[in-house]
């Protein structure tokens, strides 16, 4: 069992601090700095952090770290949360492009490590909670450092974008099967279910019980239900997808299909049909996140649609800490 890393002291100038709800915007300008530097460009918004921060289970006062240079400027941030209570946990850090070198980073995982420990410990679990944390390929310094304090590589996600122009075929639907907008108070459980059912062979399984799913999905408002499409077979949910418009673009989320309806062309004819909505919108771009090592042929899928890679993978590491 790998203990929590011990963190380096907080760098000379620096205030480390709980965020209030108040710091949601400063928070997503340091996302956008850290994305900017890497891609050249970002659309995250303080809406975007909100959300965050209403996840079920997280605490602001428990969960979350800002650090503040000595002129007030945010110039650091972590999370630590229990993802799928009891056994795994996710973790973010990032530190403005500016204030690298510094043992920011370090130290934010330290905090990170010492949280999902005490999560653990407070679960009962004997055996520590699997610890997640995220690197981009090209962040050597940062696979370094987590590699130095024994995470491994899981695997590797993509974000593949492409342009809502007029080239895109029209969806054809399989005989019998049906797509209409997700009905908020109507089909919470039936597509819940199916949204487990869907993904329980796939990495990291474990969706939330209904009442953390919904609670996760309708954070603030929830999503545009005109975006949130479910595929029918008579009362049968079979697949959906889910999209948001963001100020650079479409981001496409979840796209599943349960296994007894693959391979008729599903989840083909949901791309096709919220692409078709998202470009009667005037949306321009859209972009989705996808496993690399995805076992349903996802990648062949958004290839034959035109999907492309053009940011790198980021990387998925994880350690075991805490437990006796």
Known sequence: MNPPTRHPS???????????????EAVAALKRA??????????????????????????LEDDVWVVEDDAGALVAYA??????????????QLVDPAHRGQGLNELLLGLCEARAADLASRSGR??????????????TRRIELLERHGYRRQRAFLRLERDLDDSFEL?????????????????????HAAYEDAFADHYGSGEPDLERWLQSRF????????????????????????ATETPSGAYMGDLWVRRPWRGRGIARA?????????????????FFGVDAANATGALQLHASLGFRSVRGAILLFEKRVGGI
């Open 79 to 92: 999370l630590c949360w229990l993802e799928a209570p009891p056994d795994e946990a996710a973790a973010e």
């Open 219 to 242: 954070a603030h408002g929830g999503p545009d239900l005109g975006l949130w499409l479910v595929a029918w077979d008579g009362d049968e949910a079979v697949g959906g997808i889910e």
């Open 10 to 24: 907080l760098p000379a100038g620096h205030v480390l601090r709980r965020p209030s709800h108040g710091d949601a």
């Open 171 to 191: 969806p054809v639907w399989p005989a019998g099967l049906r797509v209409a907008s997700f009905r908020a108070g109507v089909d919470d459980a039936v597509v």
């Open 270 to 286: 949901l791309m096709l049909e919220e692409c078709a909505e998202l470009r009667r919108r005037g949306m321009r771009t859209a």
């Open 34 to 59: 850290v994305e900017t530097d890497r891609h050249g460009k970002s659309d995250v918004t303080a809406d975007e952090v909100r959300d965050e921060w209403s996840l079920p289970g997280l605490s």
């Open 126 to 139: 004997e055996t520590g909670v699997s610890l997640e944390v995220w690197a981009h390929e090209r962040d």
